[in-house]
């Protein structure tokens, strides 16, 4: 079991940055991979971006792709993303998630998520 917070998200213009912090808690954070995702109002969950155990290997939907970075830090239990020239069609709940290493292929392999954190891009 593993128990997920996120922080960061806010309200902020478009071409502004943000940055999302997940911060696990429970079992071994190094033994997960990571996952970030979004909910707009009205739509169904997407993924964002994921990255594996070590860290080495990132991948991103294509809308994100040049704007988003993905990133870990094992020895703080911590995920990121850091979110810049940021668009009003990026405004939904970000949620991290957690799974075991096949879920950075397999996005429904995902077992554990945060709550979420808001983010709200004006035009």
């Known amino acids: 079991q593993v128990q997920l917070v996120e922080s960061g998200g806010g309200l902020v213009q478009a071409g502004g940055s943000l940055r999302l912090s997940c911060v696990a808690s429970g079992r071994t954070f190094s033994s997960y991979a990571m996952g970030w995702f979004r909910q707009a109002p009205g739509k169904e969950r997407e993924f964002v971006s994921a990255i594996t155990l070590d860290g080495r290997s990132k991948t991103y939907t294509d809308s994100v792709k040049g704007r988003f970075t993905i990133s870990r830090d094992n020895a703080k239990n911590t995920l990121y993303l850091q979110m810049n020239s940021l668009k009003p069609e990026d405004t939904a709940v970000y949620s991290c998630?957690?799974?075991?290493?096949?879920?950075?292929?397999?996005?429904?392999?995902?077992?554990?998520w945060g709550q979420g954190t808001q983010v709200t891009v004006s035009s």
């Open positions: 998630a957690a799974g075991p290493p096949e879920a950075y292929y397999w996005k429904y392999k995902y077992l554990f």
